[in-house]
């Protein structure tokens, strides 16, 4: 069992233990993630003042009421992926999906799930392979998650299961593919430990859909991955907006949320 515990403050601390024991109580199932879950899998440290778990989403508003009725201010941030509950300057994000409404947490999150000591109490973490998942798809302009992504993939490396990685990412397997090119070119002396026949089998995929014709129709897939960035193209260029295809959990009415909260300072245009 890996150890993990982030220096944070004692209020912080409190927050975070009343607010795990209030979900053990209701029976709500969650999982570790975020910065405290990197931190426990790939040794990588940084400051936070928020405490990632992830949820099944139907599990997310019982976990709102119940954290509510021991006096925390909690509510849904976005309908498609986030609620939050705070404390003062900390708070917890329960999360369910990615913000482009993909990812979505279910069974295989917490079959897979391993074991660290945060807190001082033993807590299931989130699967590499879902978090390199979740986090391949973080490619914004103020915001891009792939350092997360080659540490996860060199400390994980022996131990991935490969298979349920490229699974996980279906008909995106093209990001999952340039993020192990990536990975050989960060660490050079690590190629390796990337299995030859994974890489083979997704160039193979490569290969065979670049010989055939696109069935995708004029979609832009760019807005899976940033959701200001891309915006030129599905509003000014023509590009069908990819989140608006059926696998994506996203209303319009969700999408035009998402998209109205961009800083208008980073939009690309």
Partial sequence: M???D???SASG????RKVLDTLDAASVDYLLGGAFALNAI?????DTKDFDLMLRPGDVSRAIEVCREVGFRADFAYSHWIAKVHFGEHFIDLIYRAGNGLCEV?????AHARKAKVLGRKLRLSPPEEMIWQK???MERERYDGADVMHLIRSSAATMDWDRLIARFGEDWRILLSYLILFGFVYPAQRGDVPSSVIERLLARLREDTAGESQEGNFCRGTLLSRGQYLPDVERWGYLDARSRERVKM???EILAWTTAIDQVNRLR
Avoid: A, H, K, Q
């Fill in 2 to 4: 890996m150890n993990s």
């Fill in 6 to 8: 982030l220096s944070i």
């Fill in 13 to 16: 601390r409190d927050f975070y």
């Fill in 42 to 46: 790939t040794g990588v440290e940084r």
């Fill in 106 to 110: 279910d069974d295989e999150w917490f």
């Fill in 136 to 138: 391949s798809y973080v």
């Fill in 251 to 253: 209303t319009p009415e």
